[in-house]
């Protein structure tokens, strides 16, 4: 609903030079902090891929875990964790990817995602796409099929919907 969006805007708190300085942070935390709007937004979030046979949803660490955690309830699918090197106890595959400066790197459980399995890959922000890519690079290296991404927010001024494959990104808002 649009009064979906707007709720969920003015909740969003803009915030100037925060990791660095001359980057406006999108903090989404007031959204989650409001369990009414909490619901809304994940059942948002989940609607495009109620019926798609989702069997797994991949949350990406950090803000992607809170959000992608209560959507694969929604979906009845499990939930695997997308981390950062060296947090996974168990076996794992591994992703490098660029980021604005240096690189960085995502990882999986080998058992996360199985050969078959269709997978949603979730995340608060899509922003150049990089860190959704890298995700979506070990879902398939485990033989997952990428069904789609759902974010809260898509930042449409940078490529990261093309790149990920503009039919396949389900934003609830974009900038
Ligand atoms: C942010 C955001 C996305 C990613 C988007 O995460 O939460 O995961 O950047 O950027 P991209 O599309 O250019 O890859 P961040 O790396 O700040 O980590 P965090 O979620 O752990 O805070
Ligand atoms: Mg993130």
């Known amino acids: 609903d ?29 959204v989650l902090a409001d369990p009414h709007l909490f619901g809304r937004v994940v059942n948002a979030m989940a609607a495009p891929f109620r019926g798609r046979h989702i069997t797994k949803v991949v949350g990406v660490e950090a803000r992607g875990f809170l959000l992608g955690a209560p959507i694969a309830l929604a979906l009845h699918a499990g939930f695997a964790p997308a981390r950062k090197p ?18 960085d790197g995502l990882q999986l459980h080998e058992d996360a995602v199985a050969r078959g399995d269709r997978v949603l890959i979730v995340d608060d922000l899509l922003a150049t796409g990089g860190t959704a890519d890298a995700t979506a690079k070990l879902v398939t290296k485990l033989g997952g099929e990428v069904v789609g991404y759902s974010v809260l927010i898509s930042l449409d001024f940078l490529p990261g919907r093309e790149r990920l494959g503009r039919e396949k990104v389900c934003a609830l808002i974009s900038y």
């Open 2 to 30: 649009s009064t979906l969006l707007e709720d969920v805007k003015a909740r969003i708190r803009d915030v100037q030079d925060f990791p660095k300085p001359g980057i406006l942070f999108k903090d989404v935390t007031p």
């Open 86 to 103: 060296g947090k996974l106890p168990w076996h794992t595959v591994t992703e490098r990817y660029a980021l604005e400066y240096g690189d």
